[in-house]
């Protein structure tokens, strides 16, 4: 990896300075819009990071496979 890419990553929590990188935060805002943002694992600061999805059409989000921490 390039160094300027590096210095351009968003990895540390501006809050508590959690080093490890952040758990991601979905939020509904309008009809058929929804924010992702960041969380911090360690302090539970979120960042808004203005990402939004396109138009989602279902109701809200169905259960699936579980993942075994060792698998990946």
Known sequence: MDT???D??????LNCGYPRGFHVY???ISE???R???ICPGCGQSYDIGWL???I?????????IYDE???
Request: some cysteine.
């Open 32 to 34: 058929g819009k929804t």
């Open 57 to 65: 059409t279902g109701e809200g989000p169905e259960k699936e496979e």
């Open 26 to 28: 979905i939020k509904g």
């Open 8 to 13: 351009r990553s968003f990895r540390v929590c």
């Open 36 to 38: 992702l943002g960041l």
């Open 53 to 55: 999805t396109a138009d």
């Open 4 to 6: 300027k890419d590096a």
């Open 70 to 72: 060792k698998e990946h």
